[in-house]
């Protein structure tokens, strides 16, 4: 069975404090690991798909990383707007179609 | 791109009424779209999943007869909830994925509340 957990819970930062947020994931043949951002209220929102251990990939002040047992997001200089639950999910080789999420990480940026 | 809509964003009906809630994927094509719900506070849990002009797969313990989806084209898909109860009261929000790719993308969601 796929499992994602995601660390810490919740996380609360100073403006332009970075740190990162992780998602350690057990997976029958991965396909695809994904971070979305989800505000209150609100459906997620697509940030990145990665594919195999070793890739990376960059949007504004986010960057996720992947090997073969975890994902982390990191996050440089961040601002009050990143405040947001992140959310990692896999897909795994399995039948099944659809992903399996973590409970995810609610990141609170205190100006 | 990749824009999902739901309709509507939120509805209040009373117990014993059904409720349809649309998904629309605006600028691709789905073959397989998905129902989730959302309790405050928590993760999503995945209810459905469709494919057009197949019937809907669902997860363990949700209702099928309660929760009836359909997938009538590979832009639309629609979520019913039948003789709601205010145990139904919740965020459903829906996700498509579109053809080749393993992402979803999300609609906004759809606040119920039942009376």
């Known amino acids: 069975e796929d499992q994602v957990t995601q660390s810490p819970e919740a996380l609360r930062l100073q403006e332009g404090e970075s740190s990162s947020l992780n998602c350690s994931y057990t997976?029958?043949?991965?396909?695809?690991l994904f971070w979305y951002r989800q505000d209150p209220g609100k459906g997620p929102e697509f940030l990145f798909t990665?594919?195999?251990a070793g890739e990376e990939k960059e949007k504004e002040r986010l960057k996720a990383t992947l090997t073969k047992k975890e994902s982390f997001l990191h996050i440089t200089a961040p601002k009050p707007e990143d405040s947001a639950t992140y959310l990692c999910?896999?897909?795994?080789?399995?039948?099944?179609?659809?992903?399996?999420f973590g409970k995810g990480t609610h990141l609170i940026i205190q100006p | 791109g990749a824009v999902v809509s739901q309709h509507p964003s939120w509805v209040i009906c009373k117990s014993g009424t059904s409720v349809k809630i649309e998904c629309r994927s605006l600028?691709?094509?789905?073959?397989?779209m998905f129902w989730y719900r959302q309790f405050p506070k928590q993760s999503l849990m995945l209810m459905a999943t469709?494919?057009?002009?197949?019937?809907?797969?669902?997860e363990q313990g949700v209702e099928k007869d309660k929760f009836l989806i359909n997938h009538a084209s590979l832009t639309l898909s629609t979520l019913t909830v039948t003789s709601a109860h205010p145990e139904d009261s919740s965020f459903y929000i829906c996700?498509?994925?579109?053809?080749?790719?393993?992402?979803?993308?999300f609609g906004p969601g759809t606040r119920l509340t039942v009376t």
């Open positions: 996700s498509a994925r579109p053809r080749g790719l393993y992402e979803q993308y």
């Open positions: 997976v029958s043949g991965l396909r695809g």
């Open positions: 999910a896999v897909k795994s080789g399995g039948g099944a179609d659809g992903l399996t």
């Open positions: 990665l594919y195999s």
């Open positions: 600028d691709f094509q789905a073959t397989t």
């Open positions: 469709s494919n057009e002009g197949s019937k809907a797969t669902y």
